[in-house]
């Protein structure tokens, strides 16, 4: 996969369309995570240094393509103007004369924010005029937003069709790192997928048996892979109706002569209740009145063992429900190991991103991805239209 990258484009005096993804949390008006917003600094700095305006389109929630003061990106570019540490105008809309006449007045190192481009139903239907419209605002069209690549809208695949188009570095880096693991990994190459449920990472495991010489499975999905096996599993989290196919996911790996890693002892409570007391089970089977909560300290060891000797380690998922800090251990122990590790450590996903943003490890990790769906999707070998419009 190789994607024209924003270097390649001549940008003096130019006004550059970019797609950025500024979805951060809000609390009483103020951001209260700017880390979406840092991720796309480079690029744009980039692209100003270079003598370029900016037209900077993001969404904000879900508005359902109504106008929606709560949506405004207001308080968005108050912050994005604070790390820039230049103007940012937030335009009056994202379509108009007025708009037109706000984006006419652009001189080289201006940069003009669009008000949320989910105001707007045309957005999400990938509207052809309405994306037609967008990229009448610029020469050249940048997409920097890999959290929404796997969307087909108007920002991030519509505009493509119209103007010339590049990749921002945030996404030559998500692509950089993530597609090697699907294409040629260096092994051995240890995949740790966790969450609560088989259903929605099924298609993540089944695409990495396929490169993977180690799979672990951890979080509350491993309980149904454990009552495959004919292990007891108390009262914990359960999709019977994903027992055949944790059965025959088993198998297909065996076949393949990939090791799979599944919880041989247990973190439990009588409750999911975040003041709940852990009990430890030192066994695979769990007793009758108690649920999973975490991995125990033998499956802890496995995955750190198996990722000492990794190349490459991806990871999607926490081991346990690390938000009650009774519960946390597996899911820190497991991010500790990846940030000791020489290998390439890829992690993906917004549970595991914020487990590793809360143990402070970000910083020893080769790639934290910025898209929690987007990285999900890219690892199910599935084609991002976002990304697909910016390939050579």
Known sequence: MVLNTIREADLKGKKVLIRVDFNVPLKDGVVTDNTRIKAALPTIKYILDNGASLVVMTHLGRPKGEKNEK????????????????????????IGDE?????????????????????????????PEFAKTLASYGDIYCNDAFGTAHRAHASTEGVSHYLPSYAGFLIEK????????????????VAIIGGSKVSSKITVLESLVRTCNTIVIGGGMAYTFLKVQGHTIGKSLVEDDYLETASSFLKKAAEKGVKVILPVDHVAAAEFDENAAPVAVDSVDIPADLMGMDIGPKTTAMIVEAVKGAKSVVWNGPMGVFEFAAFAKGTEEVAKALAASDATTVVGGGDSVAAINKFGLADKISHVSTGGGASLEFLEGKELPGIKALEK
Request: cysteine-free.
């Open 71 to 94: 949506y405004s990106l207001k308080p968005v570019a108050a912050e994005f103007e604070r790390l820039l540490g230049s103007k940012v105008v937030l335009a009056s809309d994202v």
């Open 99 to 127: 708009v037109k006449k706000e984006v006419e007045a652009l001189k080289p190192g201006d940069v003009l924010l669009l008000e949320n481009v989910r105001f707007y139903k045309e957005e999400e239907a990938n509207d």
């Open 174 to 189: 998500e692509v950089k790192f993530m597609a090697p693991l699907l294409e040629n990994p260096e092994k051995p190459f």
